[in-house]
């Protein structure tokens, strides 16, 4: 078999790699990083706000910006009731339709906001929480969609949202192997052809401790989809880490200001803190590469100083060269050290200087 059988199989599995396209970018282990803006809550109810995080988005060098899209009465109920409190973390002692009510983005904004993110060149698309969510955004021709993971266990959604025939991704905070399948057929059965999950911890946030980044490669060799991160940590470790498992798309929230007030405002990055995992997402993926043990480029210049064999006393010609003679030295003009024992004993054909690297041609070898 001729050539390197590791580099063909690697370089054969490199091209087999799942891959969705989200406006004309693919997405897929073998391409720099996906990074996915969610803007959430942090528009604080203020449509001003909402542009400038897209702006900020778009400037940080995210490739898409994500919404959510529902209303309160679209994904809860208005009541009181123990059920519908929240008991403990962030949100302790809210209702959730008044956290909702808060943290929802009324639906007269998504035009402007889709045609501003359009304008500014970024891609833009939503977590949609019930079917006319999915019909809004049909309207506004979102190029994709997102199940966010709480809304992982409803098929019908999943299904509805297949039949757009668009691009979906698949959050699987608390689902586990059997529930993210089951998510996955949904998504199949629906009409769904390209198809991402995402790992995530749905803690807010949530500790690095709690990922369980081997669970990527995993994922991947599971369910053969292209995978991704959602990181609700505070900062990018987790995030740049997830890159070398093997994920394709990171999404994180972000703000303008962390201490903005907002619902979700307080573990989301600021725009300097984007910024950093798009560039270093991106730094990151570049460093996995290939597999590779030849020389790369950046050591050319430097090879001159690995060690090498050197004369360390004068020999005249028809001398016996004996291990006094020579030194394993750095810089690497000379033989290779590993040849140090073949060249004792071996006769110098011209007069050598100390100093003077052991090369073949002062050397008498033995004829083959």
């Not at 009324?106 to 999915?134: C, M, Q, Y």
Request: proline share 5%; charged share 25%.
């Amino acid at each position: 078999m001729n050539g390197n059988p590791a580099r063909k199989t690697q370089e054969q599995t490199m091209s087999n790699q799942p891959h969705i396209t989200i406006a004309g970018r693919r997405i897929a282990a073998d391409e720099v990083p996906y990074v996915i803006a969610e803007m959430s809550a942090n528009h604080n109810g203020n449509i001003g706000t909402a542009f400038k995080l897209i702006e900020a988005a778009k400037k940080a060098g995210a490739d898409a910006v994500k919404l959510q899209t529902y209303r309160p009465d679209t994904i809860t109920l208005n009541c009181d009731e123990d059920d519908f409190r929240i008991h403990g973390g962030l949100w302790d002692g809210r209702t959730l339709y008044d956290l909702y009510q808060e943290a929802h983005m009324p639906w007269e904004w998504h035009a402007p906001l889709f045609a501003h993110a359009r304008k500014l060149g970024i891609t833009i698309f939503s977590s949609p929480f019930d079917n006319t969510a999915v019909d809004l955004l049909e309207d506004l021709n979102a190029p994709a969609y997102k199940i966010a993971s709480f809304e992982a266990v409803d098929p019908a959604l999943i299904k509805y949202v297949a039949s757009t025939g668009k691009p979906m991704i698949i959050s699987t905070g608390m689902a586990d192997a059997e529930e993210i399948q089951e998510a996955i057929d949904a998504a199949r059965e629906g009409g769904c052809n390209e198809l991402a999950i995402l790992h995530c911890v749905s803690g807010y946030p949530a500790p690095a401790e709690d990922y369980n980044l081997r669970t990527i490669p995993d994922m991947i060799l599971r369910f053969g989809l292209v995978t991704g991160l959602s990181d609700h940590t505070l900062d990018n470790t987790t995030a740049i880490t997830s890159v070398a498992m093997g994920a394709a798309i990171i999404e994180k929230h972000f703000t303008l200001d962390r201490s903005g007030g907002g619902p979700d405002d307080s573990f989301s990055l600021e725009p300097a803190e984007l910024a950093a995992l798009c560039k270093d997402s991106k730094t990151a993926w570049a460093a996995l590469g290939r597999v590779d043990y030849g020389r790369k480029s950046s050591e050319a210049g430097n090879i001159k100083f690995r060690r090498s064999l050197y004369f360390v006393k004068d020999l005249v010609a028809g001398e016996v060269v004996d291990a006094n003679a020579i030194r394993s030295v750095r810089p690497g003009h000379g033989l290779p050290p590993k040849l140090a024992e073949k060249v004792i004993g071996k006769i110098v054909t011209a007069n050598v200087k100390a100093n003077s690297p052991v090369t073949n041609d002062v050397l008498l070898w033995e004829a083959k």
